[in-house]
C-alpha cells in the first residue's frame, strides 16, 4: 500500500499531466493498492489542506493534454517561513496536511523556487521527490527539465513566421522569448529559427555590436535581420551595475518600455533608420500540447519517480543525466541556477556560422 501526494508549483508547462501520469501509472503497475492525494494549486492546496482523491481514471487521456489538472501557483521561497495574513505558519500547516493523510510520499512538480521549497520540506522530515520541471532548462543537476523542448518548438515556429513577414517588408524583426535569468530558451529556439542575432543574459550585448550586425547583413544585400531576445537580456553597461542599482534602472524602464525588445528596438531604429517590429509570443511558450520529445521524457522522469517510491528513495530530484535518468540529491542541487556557458558548445557552433550575440 502507497499514499502518495502529488502538486504542480510555479509556472506551468506542456508536460507537467505526462509527468504525473508516468508516476500514477508506473505506481498502479506495480503495485494493488495506491492512494493519490492531488493538492489544488501547488503548494497552496497543501498549506491549506485543499485536495482531492484521484484514480488512475484521472491520468487516462492526458498524455497530450497541456497545462495541469491540478492548477498551480506561484508561492515563493522566501514567503515560505513568514506567516501569511491570518499568522497561519505555511511550513507548519504543510507538515500537518502530510501527516493528516498519512503520505508516503510528496511528489513534487516544479521549478528553481519550488525546488528550494521541496528541500525546506525535506529537512522538516518530509518524504519528498522532486520533478524538474520549467521552460526555461535552468534546473542545476539535470541536463534537461520537462517543458523545455515544447517551448522551443513554440518559440522556434513563431520565429520561423516572422521569417516571411520579415523578408516580404524589408524590416527587423525582435522576437522576444521567455527567460529573465537564463537564456537556454532563447538560444536554442534562435539558432533552430535561423536568428540572425540571439541576446541573452548570460552573454551581456553592445548596442553598437548588435547595429554593426544589422549593417552587416544590410551591405551584404539581406534585406531582414531578425534579432531573438531574451526577456533578461542585459547591456554590458548594465551587467556592471550593482544588482540594486539595475533593478532601480529596471523599474525607470519599464516607465518608457513594456520590456528590453522595446528599448533595444528604439536603440536600432534610432541607430540604422530601419524600422523594427516586436513580436512577444510570451505565454503561448508554456501553453498546448507537449512536443513528442517531452512526452517521452516525462514518461521517463514518471516512471523513475514510480520507482524511487517503490524504493523508498527520497529527498531527491528525478532529473536525466547523460540520457540516463538519474536521482540527485536535493541539498546537492537546490538552490543552484544552471546557466548558459559563454562557452558553450551551441554558442560556439551558433557564432561559427556567423550569428551575433552582441558581445
Ligand atoms: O519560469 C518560467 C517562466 O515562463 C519564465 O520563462 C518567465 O520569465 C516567467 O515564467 C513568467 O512568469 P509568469 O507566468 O508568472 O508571468
New binding site residues.
Given amino acids: 500500500m502507497k499514499r502518495i501526494g502529488l502538486l504542480t508549483s ?2 506551468d508547462c506542456q508536460a507537467l499531466n505526462a509527468t504525473m501520469r508516468g508516476v500514477v501509472k508506473g505506481l498502479s503497475t506495480a503495485i494493488d493498492e495506491l492512494e493519490v492525494y492531488g493538492f489544488d494549486d501547488g503548494y497552496r492546496g497543501l498549506i491549506y489542506s485543499k485536495y482531492r482523491m484521484l484514480t488512475s481514471k484521472d491520468f487516462s487521456g492526458i498524455l497530450t493534454q497541456g497545462g495541469t489538472i491540478l492548477g498551480t501557483s ?1 508561492q515563493p521561497f522566501k514567503l515560505m517561513r513568514v506567516p501569511d495574513e491570518k499568522g497561519l505558519d505555511k511550513v507548519g500547516a504543510m507538515k500537518q496536511t502530510y501527516y493528516k493523510l498519512c503520505l508516503d510520499c510528496l511528489v513534487i512538480l516544479g ?1 528553481n523556487g519550488t525546488q528550494k521549497t521541496a528541500n525546506l520540506l525535506r529537512e522538516e522530515g518530509l518524504n519528498v521527490i522532486h520533478l524538474p520541471k ?3 532548462n535552468d534546473i542545476w543537476g539535470t541536463d534537461m527539465t520537462f517543458g523545455f523542448q515544447s517551448a522551443v518548438n513554440v518559440a522556434t515556429d513563431a520565429i520561423d513566421c516572422i521569417h516571411t513577414t520579415a523578408a516580404s517588408h524589408g524590416r527587423v524583426f525582435i522576437v522576444e522569448v ?3 535569468k537564463v537564456g537556454s ?1 532563447t538560444l536554442h529556439a534562435g539558432v533552430a529559427g535561423g536568428a540572425d542575432i540571439i541576446l541573452i543574459p548570460e552573454i551581456p550585448y553592445d548596442i553598437d555590436k548588435v547595429v554593426e550586425a544589422i549593417n552587416r547583413r544590410s551591405k551584404a544585400g539581406k534585406r531582414f535581420t531578425i534579432l531573438a531576445v531574451a ?1 533578461g537580456a542585459i547591456s554590458k553597461e548594465d551587467a556592471k551595475l550593482p544588482k540594486k542599482e539595475y533593478k532601480a534602472k529596471l523599474a525607470e524602464r519599464a516607465k518608457k518600455y513594456p520590456s528590453v525588445s522595446y528599448k533595444i528596438a528604439h536603440q536600432i531604429e534610432k541607430k540604422t533608420g530601419n524600422e523594427v517590429r516586436i513580436t512577444v509570443p510570451g ?1 503561448t ?2 501553453g498546448g500540447s507537449p512536443c513528442a520529445y517531452d512526452r517521452v521524457l516525462s514518461t521517463r522522469i514518471g516512471a523513475g519517480a514510480a520507482e524511487c517510491i517503490l524504493e523508498e528513495k527520497y529527498g531527491v530530484m528525478v532529473g536525466i543525466v547523460n540520457g540516463k535518468i538519474q536521482t540527485i540529491p536535493l541539498e546537492e542541487c537546490a538552490g543552484k541556477l544552471k546557466m548558459v556557458s559563454p562557452k558553450d558548445q551551441l554558442v560556439k557552433a551558433a557564432k561559427q556560422i556567423g550569428i551575433s550575440f552582441g558581445d
Avoid: A, S, V, W
Fill in positions: 510555479g509556472g506561484r521549478g520549467t521552460i526555461d521567455m527567460g529573465h530558451l526577456e505565454h511558450q508554456r
